[in-house]
Every structure is written in C-alpha cells, then in structure tokens.
C-alpha cells in the first residue's frame, strides 16, 4: 500500500510539474538575455560575419548592475573589426540602454552616447504591430555632431531557414534610421526574431543579408532527447526532473553546469520533435 501511495503520488508531481513547466514555456522571449549568449551570422558566401554577445561588466551606472551587448562585424580574413557595445540593464519592461560606444574603423575612430535617463532597447514581450523608438547623440571625427533616431516596427511573423536551422513564427522587426548631421540621412535594415533563441537574420540597409551560422541558443534537436527514443515526451521530463540539483551533463540540456528548471522549460519547449 505504501509503495502504490509512493507512486501514485509521484505520478501526480509529474503531471504537476509537466504542466507548470509547460506553462512556463509558453512565455516566449524573443530576445534572451542570458550572459553568455552568443549569436554568429554571416553572408551566404561566407565572406562577411557579424556576432552578438550578451558578456558581464564590473560597470555600474546608476547604482545598477550593467551587462554588455555587443556586436562585432567583420571581413572574414581582414584584420579590422567594427561593431558597438551597448551597456545595459534588465528589468520588468525590457532591455535599458545606458551608453554605446561604437568602433567606426580607423578613419572615424569611437564614439560614445550617453543615454540618461535610460531608454527602452527591446521590449521585454514583442507581438505584431509593436513599435517604439529612441534617439542619441554624439561626436564624430570628422563629421562633428551627429544625432541618430531609431525606430523599430515589427512588420511580419515569418518562417525562417538558416544553415544552423530552421524556426518558425520569427518576427520581423524593420528598423528605420533618421541621422543627422552635416546632412540628413535616411536607413532601413530589418532583423528577423526566433522564439527563445533570438536573432536568425539581419538584412541591413546595403542588402546584405546575414543568416545564423550558430548559437548557444540554436542547438541540435536531440539535445532535448535525452532518452534517446527518437522523440522529445514525456519521458524526458522525467530524467531531468530526477536530476535536478545534479551536475549530470545528459540532463544539463543548456550546459550551464547544473540541472535545474530552464532544462525543464527548454524540453517542454520542443515537446512532440
């Protein structure tokens, strides 16, 4: 009688414990903000690569912690880089930008905005029809003083293929750029947002279209099943569910050195693949 009870109430935290998990997963973030993260792009012909990394800082503005977003372009083979890091901060209502300081080449060298107070980077939930905006200043060698207004629209829900997968229902985000200066100049790019992975594709505003080469956010969809039977189930929630607390690297499904709640989500997440 004992052990049936045992059982049976094992069944029930499962159920318990399948259904919280599968409720969490539900919420999507459409730009992880993870430290570590990290997203590699490049051009079809493998000539031109950008990537994004989300890094700590020792930083604090504002008698609050800041995290560093970056994003580094280059030639593939060519010395120099270009690329701004964005110092920022998390909370309720999304991603707060602080400063940028962008790397413009040997020619234009850095410059650094000051954002203060903060404005709003990314939404922390983003659906069709969003839109929000923001607007910097700063100098520049050679050009002198330069005010950038940014604003983002997403436009579209669209599937999209890349060499490290396929995700469905990516947002489309168009990104108008109003820049003044000596002269006024006008720019559209476009980034395209996979469900709790983030970016998969930029075009920028020279049609150059940059598509998810890898991610620590993108892997492989046997990851999640780590039963090895062929299908992410139920079964799978109960190994990790086992695990939790445990270093067990066939569990740790995020390999971020224990197993705990987010390997839950993440195979709820991709339960039926």
């Known amino acids: 009688m004992f052990v049936k009870r045992v059982r049976v109430g094992l069944v029930l935290v499962l159920l318990f414990l399948y259904a919280s998990v599968a409720a969490m997963a539900e919420t999507v973030a459409y730009y992880p903000t993870d430290l570590g993260n990290i997203w590699v792009l490049e051009t079809a012909d493998g000539t031109e690569r950008v990537t994004y990394t ?34 920022v901060h998390f909370d309720d209502e999304g991603v707060k930008l602080h400063k940028i300081v962008a790397e413009l080449g040997s020619i234009f060298g850095t410059a650094t905005a000051i954002l203060s107070p903060p404005v709003l980077f990314v939404p922390a939930s983003l659906t069709l029809g969003d839109s929000w905006e923001f607007m910097l200043e700063t100098e520049v060698i050679l ?22 997968g396929s995700f469905e229902n990516c947002l489309k985000v168009q990104v108008d750029s ?50 090895g ?11 990790v569910a086992s695990r939790l607390g445990e270093v067990d690297t066939d569990a740790d499904v995020n390999a971020d050195g224990v197993v705990n709640i987010l390997d839950l989500v993440l195979i709820a997440q991709n339960l039926g693949d």
């Open 54 to 87: 989300i890094e700590g800082s020792e930083e604090r503005i504002e008698d609050r912690e800041i995290a560093l977003f970056k994003r580094t372009a280059e030639t593939v083979g060519a010395d120099e880089t270009t690329g701004e890091t964005y110092f």
């Open 143 to 164: 050009t002198g003083r330069v005010s950038v207004t940014y604003t983002y629209e997403v436009i579209a829900v669209e599937d999209v293929v890349t060499p490290a």
């Open 178 to 227: 109003r820049t003044v200066s000596t002269s006024i100049g006008r720019s559209t790019s476009y980034q395209w947002l996979a469900p709790n992975v983030g970016i998969v594709k930029v075009e920028t505003d020279q049609e150059l279209v940059f598509n998810l080469i890898r991610s620590n956010l993108a892997p492989d969809a046997f990851t999640y099943d780590v039963t």
């Open 229 to 239: 039977d062929g299908v992410v189930n139920i079964l799978d929630l109960v190994f």
